[in-house]
């Protein structure tokens, strides 16, 4: 059983920055671990990877813009974002997976991007 606490989320302006953190009540060095968001009426898309040696993957719409890194000794999740866009306005998630028991999930942290 793994818990992840995400952090970070809040209101910000057009071009603003923000960083989540996912926090993993475990170790999480032996695992790939991931940011995915849902925006209202829309369904749950991957926006950044890093797989448990180091490979990054980003969805099209944040390259260039946002990084997703990770401390393992902190076992933290992170996800710099910045030149944020209205576009970028979702629940963030952090995903812990695959596992021999499935993938995990935290609880999501809300990113406005208003004008």
């Avoid at 952090?7 to 953190?21: E, Q, T």
């Avoid at 925006?39 to 099209?60: H, I, N, P, S």
Wanted: glycine residues 10%.
């Amino acid at each position: 059983q793994v818990q992840l606490v995400e952090s970070g989320g809040g209101l910000v302006l057009p071009g603003g920055s923000l960083r989540l953190a996912c926090t993993a009540s475990r170790d999480i060095r032996e695992y790939d671990m991931s940011w995915y968001r849902q925006a209202a009426g829309k369904e749950r898309e991957l926006v950044a990877q890093m797989t448990l040696f180091g490979r990054q993957t980003y969805a099209d719409s944040v390259k260039g813009r946002f990084s997703i890194s990770r401390d393992n000794n902190k076992r933290v999740l992170y996800l710099q974002m910045n030149d944020l866009k209205v576009d970028d306005t979702a629940v963030y998630y952090c995903n812990l997976g695959p596992t021999n028991h499935g993938t995990y999930w935290g609880q999501g942290t809300q990113v406005t991007v208003f004008t």
